[in-house]
Structures are given as C-alpha cells and as structure tokens.
C-alpha cells in the first residue's frame, strides 16, 4: 500500500511546530512528511524587533531546521514555493514540484504598505532575518557616517506604526541608541526616535494602563510619538506625515515600516477562496474547499465570535494551531476519522519595552509591568524552544538574561 504524502508548506511556528508533532504522532512507514522552506533554519518572528536594533544577535533568533527534525521521518526541502495547484494536489517550487496527498499551508506574511507612496522603495521591513539584520547594519553605518557629513537626519529614526511590532522596536532602539553613541562618540540629544501612528494612541486595543505606562516607560528614554498622524510619504531623505489637516516633514535617512502585514500573495493566486489574502478555514483548520488542504498562521483567518473579529495571526495562536493540524493529519492518515475542532485559549499577551522592560496582560486579567513582565515574557519564549527542541535547544538558544 502507498504511504501518503504530507506536505508541509512554510517553517514558521506553525508549520514547524505541526512538523515536529507529526513525526512524534506518526511512524516512519505511516507516510512521507516532507517540509518545505526556502530557508534551512527556523527563525524567531518575535525576535526580529531584537535583531534590527541589534540587541540580540540574528544567530539566536534563528534555528538549523535540521536540529529540531528527525530525518528519518521527515523530508526537508530547501526551495521557495512559486505556486499551489489544489486541483491536481501539487506544489510548484522554484527548483521543481511536489504531489501530494494532504497539505499544510504555513507561508507566513508578507507587508502591506497600504499604497504609501514611497514606502517600498525607501523605508525597511521587519520582515526576516535578513530584513532585520539590514535595520541593524544601516544604524551602524549611519551613526559611523555622521562625523563626516554632519547631517542630522543620520541621526532621526523615523518608526511608522504604533503596535506590537513598532513599540516593542522602539524599545529596543532606547536600549541600542545610547551604546550607539558611545560607541561613534556622538551626544544621545542629537539622535531623535519618533514613533508615528494613526490610531489615537500607540497599542490600540490594549488596557488604558498598559499603553500608558509603555509610552511614559519610553518617553522616558527618548522615544517621541506622534499619534492621530498618517504616513503620506516615504522619501529618501525624509518622511511626511498628516496630523490635524496639516502636512508635516521630518528629515530621515532611517524609516521603518512596521504597520501592517498580509498574508503570503501565493495563496490567493493560486485560486483559493479567500478573504484579503487569508483562508477562512473550518473548525478543524481545513480550507473551505479541499478537505485534504489545512491552513495555519498568517494564511488562516479565524474568527472571534465574541468580538465579530478575526483573532490576530500571533505566534501564540499559530503555536496552538498546530496541535489541531498535527492530530487532524495523523487522524486522516491512520483511518481513524477522528477530527478535532480548534479553539484559541489566549494564555496572555505580552509586549517588550527594550531587555529590561515590558508589560501586558497574564492568566485573564491580571495586569503585569516592569521586571515581572520581562521575566514572564522571557519565560514564554524560553518555553516554545523547550517545547520545540528540548532541554538542548532551551539551553542553546534561551533568554537567561533575567536580571539586566
């Protein structure tokens, strides 16, 4: 009898964490699982903000697919994927193509720029390793640059968005900036951090205490936020921004993009039925269409029922996902038919202020700031590498940093 094939699409935290439960969950005779990325590591999503202002090293963000698979169950191919053909149950690769009996689509994001003129010529994405580690050496060249040229806007870090990924950036820029300056002997009140959001204020959606204590933490280290503003254009040399009717311009070498994201464009070209890009999929993560094409992370859109909204693409719900994708697979595949409905149980959220602080919301309600939410927030982190590769891959790539 033919072992099936299994595709998985895409190592991020869903699409890997559903490889690493597959091959726990079915025998090497049971079907070929094979995972596809175009990278040969696993990366960090939310350690990217580290990355690009250069606190955390991009080797520690990242982990060889390698060390967390066991290749005598699981196929690993290099490649990027160029299209998906879900009549024929095939996958086109930029280097050749795969069949295949179920599908797991994990392809991640991409940014969304909205139409903002300038933004994909001249501002930087947090999007990847190699994104991130493009912020990181362009703050170094810029702050190297500065004595020969004197031109301020080497020193004006211009951050548009105001959410998860812009705040906890700017967090660490107040971490960076400082050892920047020593560092190219330049004085810290030359060097400007401006955060500029649409909303009313930064973390829409988060609790009114929560935001005011992130902004007042860094404020206190020179972040400036220019809220109720929108981005109008992004020039080499500069930004404009709209705030009350009025146009305004601020002179920057440095601006980075962190407003939005999408789900990967390959899924809506590839003729899935899809709402902006993402797949609504059924209870048990199916798309509506094939029952042998599961989707998870950014692809999937799931709603809320309570809100009326979609649950945001978290690494937290993406992680979740993946039990439900893993054991409805392995069910599919032993014959059993026994097919688990998802539910998001939200453990918490948690958003970094810089190494040293942070806030946000644990166990329901309760309220945490400063150093306990660092250490909480650290601790999730160090939990996913424990839950993905063990006590080794914890010891190798975990955040013990609890007390500076």
Not at 344 to 354: F, I, N, R, V
């Amino acid at each position: 009898m033919k072992k099936p094939n299994i595709v998985v699409l895409g190592a991020g935290y869903g699409g890997i964490m559903t490889t690493v439960k597959l091959q726990k969950l079915l025998n090497a005779g049971d079907a070929n699982i094979t995972l596809v990325n175009k990278n040969d590591y696993h990366y960090q999503t939310t350690w990217l903000h580290e990355v690009s202002a250069g606190t955390v090293h991009q080797d520690q963000a990242r982990i060889s697919i390698k060390d967390v698979i066991n290749e005598h169950k699981v196929n690993f191919v290099k490649d990027a994927v160029v299209e998906i053909k879900p009549k024929e149950n095939k996958v086109i690769l930029t280097n050749g193509e795969l069949d295949y009996d179920y599908l797991v689509i994990g392809l991640g994001f991409e940014s969304a720029t909205f139409g903002i003129p300038g933004l994909e010529e001249n501002a930087f994405m947090i999007n990847d390793i190699n994104t991130s580690r493009l912020i990181r050496e362009h703050l170094d060249y810029n702050f190297a640059e500065y004595h020969k040229d004197q031109n301020p806007a080497r020193l004006n870090i211009v951050v548009g968005g105001g959410g998860f990924t812009g705040i906890e950036f700017v967090g660490e820029l107040a971490n960076r900036v400082p050892e920047l300056c020593e560092e190219y002997d330049i004085d810290k009140s030359q060097v400007r951090i401006i955060n500029i959001e649409g909303a009313p204020t930064v973390l829409p959606g988060f609790d009114p205490e929560l935001v005011e204590y992130a902004m007042n933490s860094l404020e206190a280290r020179g972040v400036e936020f220019v809220t109720g503003a929108l981005l109008k254009e992004a020039k080499p040399d500069a930004v404009v921004y709209e705030k009350d009717g009025k146009l305004n311009e601020i002179p920057t070498l440095t601006t980075v993009w962190a407003a939005g994201v999408k789900a990967n464009s390959i899924v809506a070209d590839s003729g899935f039925e899809h709402n902006r890009g993402k797949i609504q999929v059924r209870p048990d993560m199916r798309s509506p269409e094939y029952d042998n094409v599961f989707v998870i992370g950014d692809c999937a859109l799931i709603m809320n029922e309570e809100s009326g909204r979609p649950f945001p693409p978290t690494a937290q719900i993406a992680i979740q996902q993946s039990d439900t994708v893993s054991h409805n697979v392995a069910a599919l595949v032993k014959g059993n038919g026994n097919l688990a409905g998802f539910e998001y149980k939200p453990l918490g959220t948690l958003a970094s202020l810089g190494h040293n602080d942070a806030m946000g919301v644990v166990f329901g309600d309760k309220k945490l700031f400063g150093w306990k939410a660092t250490f909480m927030k650290k601790m999730s982190d160090n939990r996913y590498l424990l839950k993905l590769g063990g006590v080794g891959l914890l010891l190798k790539k975990g955040k013990f940093n609890f007390f500076y």
